[in-house]
């Protein structure tokens, strides 16, 4: 059977992007043999409170922080749209660029896959993707309900994403540093440095601009 063309995805408000985030993506690429992996900053999550930094500053870091990386590239449709960045509707839109023979890999964490069914339209996004899920040794999913019993239905292999365009849900083991975006804005808030959680050019866009000096702003 042909290989198809894979393309992973990574999306997040990044405020502000970190190793972590970047490591995850890089991870993922190489250990599934993806073609290409691209990360998506989201304008307005739905289901949180929207970033306090702007989409052109969360875009700018997003940009320096790969710009050293050539298996890592931004892909900012989402910050063009005025209105909540809905992953079924991103998925329709990159779906009609590629064609219907390109795997699409939508990559998330364990804690997303937990409350994946708060999601809009959510049980449609296998129709358009694989669900490809970083979790850490020993991880867990509630024991019953719509969830675990989704993914036992859709669950496969990670070397099915190179026969299938979509339609499988693939739990991958990683290193999964344990930095936080709410850490790092905290450190910064206090008057601290969070070098070597970030990447020194994102470090030092923070420092210009003057972002998450203010404690109260953002979550």
Same mark, same amino acid.
């Given at each position: 059977?042909n290989?198809l063309?894979t393309?992973?995805l990574?999306g997040? =408000?990044?405020?502000?992007?970190?190793? +972590?985030?970047?490591?995850?993506?890089l991870?993922w690429?190489?250990?599934? +043999?993806?073609?290409?992996?691209r990360?998506?900053?989201c304008?307005q999550?739905?289901h949180r409170d929207k970033p306090g930094?702007?989409?052109e500053?969360?875009a700018a870091?997003v940009?320096l922080?790969?710009?050293e *990386?050539?298996?890592l590239?931004?892909?900012e449709?989402?910050?063009?749209?005025?209105k909540?960045?809905?992953?079924?509707?991103t998925?329709q839109?990159?779906?009609q660029?590629? +064609?219907?023979d390109?795997?699409?890999c939508? *990559?998330?964490g364990?804690d997303?896959?937990?409350t994946?069914?708060?999601?809009?339209r959510?049980?449609?996004?296998l129709?358009? %993707?694989?669900l490809?899920v970083?979790a850490?040794p020993g991880?867990?999913l509630p024991? =019953?309900g719509?969830?675990?019993?989704?993914?036992?239905?859709?669950?496969?292999?990670?070397?099915?994403?190179?026969?299938?365009p979509? @339609?499988?849900? &693939? &739990? =991958?083991?990683q290193?999964?540093?344990?930095?936080s975006?709410?850490?790092?804005?905290h450190?910064?808030? &206090? @008057?601290?440095s969070?070098?070597?959680?970030?990447?020194s050019?994102?470090?030092h866009y923070i420092e210009? %601009?003057?972002?998450?000096?203010?404690? @109260? &702003?953002?979550?």
């Amino acid at each position: 059977m042909n290989t198809l063309k894979t393309l992973g995805l990574f999306g997040g =408000t990044f405020d502000p992007i970190h190793n +972590g985030h970047l490591r995850m993506a890089l991870e993922w690429k190489q250990q599934l +043999g993806l073609d290409e992996m691209r990360l998506l900053p989201c304008h307005q999550p739905p289901h949180r409170d929207k970033p306090g930094r702007s989409s052109e500053d969360r875009a700018a870091m997003v940009r320096l922080a790969v710009e050293e *990386c050539s298996e890592l590239t931004v892909d900012e449709r989402e910050l063009r749209r005025d209105k909540p960045s809905y992953t079924v509707e991103t998925l329709q839109e990159i779906r009609q660029e590629v +064609g219907a023979d390109v795997s699409l890999c939508w *990559c998330v964490g364990m804690d997303s896959l937990v409350t994946l069914n708060q999601w809009y339209r959510w049980r449609d996004l296998l129709g358009l %993707a694989h669900l490809v899920v970083a979790a850490r040794p020993g991880w867990g999913l509630p024991l =019953t309900g719509e969830i675990p019993d989704w993914v036992a239905e859709h669950k496969m292999a990670a070397e099915e994403l190179h026969l299938k365009p979509h @339609g499988g849900v &693939v &739990v =991958t083991e990683q290193s999964l540093l344990d930095i936080s975006a709410t850490e790092i804005r905290h450190i910064i808030s &206090v @008057g601290q440095s969070p070098e070597f959680l970030l990447p020194s050019a994102v470090w030092h866009y923070i420092e210009k %601009a003057k972002l998450y000096q203010d404690p @109260g &702003v953002g979550s």
